[in-house]
T-cell receptor, first 115, second 114 residues
Framework: AQSVSQHNHHVILSEAASLELGCNYS??????LFWYVQYPGQHLQLLLK??????LVKGIKGFEAEFIKSKFSFNLRKPSVQWSDTAEYFCAVRSRYSSASKIIFGSGTRLSIRP | NAGVTQTPKFQVLKTGQSMTLQCAQD?????MYWYRQDPGMGLRLIYYSASEGTTDKGEVPNGYNVSRLNKREFSLRLESAAPSQTSVYFCASRPPGAGADTQYFGPGTRLTVL
């Protein structure tokens, strides 16, 4: 069965620090990969997604993620975080040829930024 | 467009009570979903609907029923609420077409079952 692992449950950083949130998935076939963000009191929003092509994906608000197929990873990065990046971040994966219902979400990583 | 809307935003129930969570989207999407979000467990799919009149079970369907009477609306019903159903419930919809994998989420319904 597919699964998504986010090993960092809570990350605390100072402003301007660099960010990397880990995401690993277990599925041997072709996948679509997503990162969603949930700001406090708000609903989930799509940050970025990978379907095919360049494994380095640029998203909104300066975020990027790199798909490394050999490592089954899709880590989220940002060179310099801001206080406004405080949120919960969810990685998600879908097998390319399964129905859209089979999007599996990770358990989330809470990011706290110290001003 | 309002996007995906959910009502109510908050609800407190006693064990055994029933209620229906409403979800509507005005984006003409075919697929709609109900998730629950619990601390440390991420989002888990309860039910989904690929089109009007069709519904299928997700990961955690027990204790829930859904109804997709038209394209816009997808409701989630708890017939006899239990404390284990205390959660935040998110509805989502997805546009049609190949590669259209982006899901649009509603603002959520925070449900507490006492």
């Amino acid at each position: 069965a597919q699964s998504v692992s986010q090993h960092n449950h809570h990350v605390i950083l100072s402003e301007a620090a660099s960010l990397e949130l880990g995401c690993n998935y277990s599925y041997g076939g072709t996948v679509n990969l997503f990162w969603y963000v949930q700001y406090p009191g708000q609903h989930l929003q799509l940050l970025l997604k990978y379907f095919s092509g360049d494994p380095l994906v640029k998203g909104i608000k300066g975020f990027e993620a790199e798909f490394i197929k050999s490592k089954f990873s899709f880590n989220l990065r940002k060179p310099s975080v801001q206080w406004s990046d405080t949120a919960e971040y969810f990685c998600a994966v879908r097998s390319r040829y399964s129905s859209a219902s089979k999007i599996i979400f990770g358990s989330g990583t809470r990011l706290s930024i110290r001003p | 467009n309002a996007g995906v809307t959910q009502t109510p935003k908050f609800q407190v129930l006693k064990t055994g009570q029933s209620m229906t969570l409403q979800c509507a989207q005005d984006m003409n999407h075919n697929s709609m979903y109900w998730y629950r979000q619990d601390p440390g467990m991420g989002l888990r799919l309860i039910y989904y609907s690929a089109s009007e009149g069709t519904t299928d079970k997700g990961e955690v369907p027990n204790g829930y029923n859904v109804s997709r009477l038209n394209k816009r609306e997808f409701s989630l019903r708890l017939e006899s609420a239990a404390p284990s159903q205390t959660s935040v419930y998110f509805c989502a919809s997805r546009p049609p077409g190949a590669g259209a994998d982006t899901q649009y989420f509603g603002p959520g319904t925070r449900l507490t079952v006492l």
